[in-house]
């Protein structure tokens, strides 16, 4: 489990998105992409020039898995298996976090 920011996202674009596109079989446009990429400095880019480079913002977007709403900060729980045992990954937002706390402090004492 670890808290991931939208900087942690962007700065780990390029790596993420050389290894999905390096290899140029989707095309000659994701490796002039990629060239782009690497000329900005990912401590300090925003989001909006980075999705302007790509086209669209899913490089750059934290969405909760509970709630589905935009978040700049989520929880991220890796390493899970759904009931077919297939692996997923888990983000959550701060109020979505809250609700579950919320859930288990009335929980406590039923027993």
């Given amino acids: 489990m670890q808290l991931v920011t939208k900087r942690d996202i962007i700065k780990q674009v390029i790596s993420d998105w050389e290894k999905a596109y390096s290899s140029g079989l989707?095309?000659?446009d994701k490796l002039e992409i990629l060239e782009k990429l690497k000329k900005i400095n990912?401590?300090?880019v925003s989001a909006k020039k980075i999705d302007s480079i790509i086209g669209n913002k899913s490089w750059t977007s934290l969405n909760c898995s509970v709630c589905g709403k935009h978040?700049?900060?989520v929880v991220v729980l890796k390493d899970l298996y759904d009931r077919l045992g297939n692996t997923c990954i888990v983000y959550l937002c701060l109020n979505c976090v809250l609700k579950i706390n919320n859930l288990f402090l009335k929980d406590l004492g039923k027993d």
């Fill in 26 to 28: 989707y095309g000659g």
């Fill in 42 to 44: 990912l401590n300090t």
């Fill in 71 to 73: 978040s700049d900060k």
